[in-house]
């Protein structure tokens, strides 16, 4: 399905080099099944390994959920460190938590060997209490990330107040978060991976998967294509093989504003989102631009109709101005909605099938996707290579929602 509807700021960031498909190997180690931001980290960590792996794309390379992608990376998840303790343990909790902390430093080790850095930048968050009723909530969560070694304050009222151009009974400030453009992290990383043998195809789609008793065939209007194994990165798309159970996919809003180099009182340039579900977000871009997201609804497909957008829009940019009362007023010539999925226990997707040896799956579903496509690109080289992986069974396709 279309991912998004409207018009995009990523990809007017960078003109795409021209990709021509290679001619097909008669066998590869690894087939990856999607060219975005989970295809292309799962694609480096199985070279790294010295796999010949190839990437199967049914459209262009970063042309889904990447364009859309907001590219906020944090280590705190959508669902809190002191709820996620409840539902799966405290040292699981906070073992899932550090693993994305640990993947913020892999995100930047990688982005380093690209051109501009793929413009990441390490920022703060400021997560502030959306009523006075989630103070509680903040305050717990702040206990528990400062217990087990996070890097966090807790913001009272009077700390907002000095340090903010809004008003918010409390809010937590994270240190060693970070933003990217991600358009320009996957094309980037896709021109990198071809230098070093990863075959990709573009407008490449495997609509007949075939597991043999020694292989596996895929088979394309281009050809067929024979792996050992099948990594399944297709995001928000249907899975062309086996199902998730456990899994929503909603639809939301964004807009990216006209340059403005002042928005005073914007603290450190941090990342802000908030306690309400769903919650508003937004960032600061290297041209001095806004994005902000958020105004969430439980509809699969991205709004087709301009006029929807338009007024949705018109509501963002009403919080934006809400939250920076000083500014003048701006426009937003980027505006769009996007699909994206969430897990019912807010955990990604990622292991082996549980039936099938051969067939992988990496699918951030959460806020923290591309962290999340990180972290599960390392998981899957150590299955695939053989090696045990203690973290894998946090996020295992065998539990209550994962995969038939």
């Not at 600061?284 to 929807?308: C, F, H, M, W, Y």
């Not at 509501?315 to 939250?323: A, I, S, T, V």
Request: one cysteine or more.
């Amino acid at each position: 399905m279309d991912l998004h509807n409207g018009l995009l700021y990523w990809p007017t960031t960078l003109v795409k080099p021209t990709h021509t498909n290679p001619h097909i190997k008669a066998h590869y180690d690894v087939i990856i099944i999607g060219a975005g931001m989970s295809g292309l980290l799962t694609a480096k960590a199985l070279v790294d390994e010295g796999l010949n792996v190839a990437i199967l794309e049914r459209n262009e390379i970063a042309s889904g959920s990447t364009s859309a992608n907001t590219g906020l990376l944090q280590y705190s998840n959508d669902i809190m460190l002191h709820e996620l303790a409840k539902q799966i343990g405290e040292q699981d909790a906070v073992r899932f938590y550090k693993l994305c902390y640990e993947a913020l430093d892999q995100l930047e080790a990688i982005s380093l060997s690209l051109p501009d850095n793929a413009n990441f930048i390490r920022r703060p968050s400021i997560c502030f209490a959306s009523k006075k009723g989630d103070v509680k909530m903040l305050e717990k969560e702040f206990e528990m990330l400062n217990q087990h070694g996070f890097p966090v304050e807790f913001w009272n009222d009077i700390i907002v107040r000095n340090r903010l151009p809004f008003q918010a009974p409390a809010a937590l400030y994270t240190m060693n978060d970070a933003e990217i453009n991600p358009f320009k992290f996957v094309v980037y990383l896709a021109e990198q991976l071809k230098t070093r043998g990863v075959h990709i195809f573009e407008n490449t789609f495997g609509n007949i998967i075939e597991d043999e008793s020694t292989h596996i065939t895929i088979k394309t209007m281009h050809g067929d294509f024979n792996t050992s194994r099948i990594v399944y990165t297709t995001g928000y798309n249907r899975l062309p093989h086996g199902s998730l159970t456990g899994a929503d996919i909603n639809r939301s809003y964004a807009i990216v504003t006209e340059q403005n180099p002042r928005f005073e009182g914007w603290y450190e340039q941090a990342l802000i989102w908030e306690t309400a579900r769903p919650y508003l977000y937004l960032r600061r871009t290297s041209d001095n631009r806004v994005i902000i997201g958020g105004l969430d609804e439980k509809k699969a497909k991205p709004t087709k109709g301009q006029e929807k957008i338009e007024a949705m829009a018109e509501k963002l940019l009403d919080e934006l101005h809400r939250l920076f009362p000083s500014e003048e007023a701006f426009q937003a010539p980027y505006k769009y909605s996007a699909s994206f999925g969430e897990s019912l226990d807010n955990l990604p997707f990622i292991g082996q099938h549980p039936d099938e040896k051969n067939h992988y799956y990496l699918l951030g579903f959460g806020g923290n996707g591309t962290v999340y496509s990180l972290l599960g690109a390392s998981i899957l080289a150590d299955l695939i290579m053989g090696r045990k992986n203690d973290d894998a069974r946090l996020v295992t396709l065998d539990r209550k929602y994962g995969l038939t």
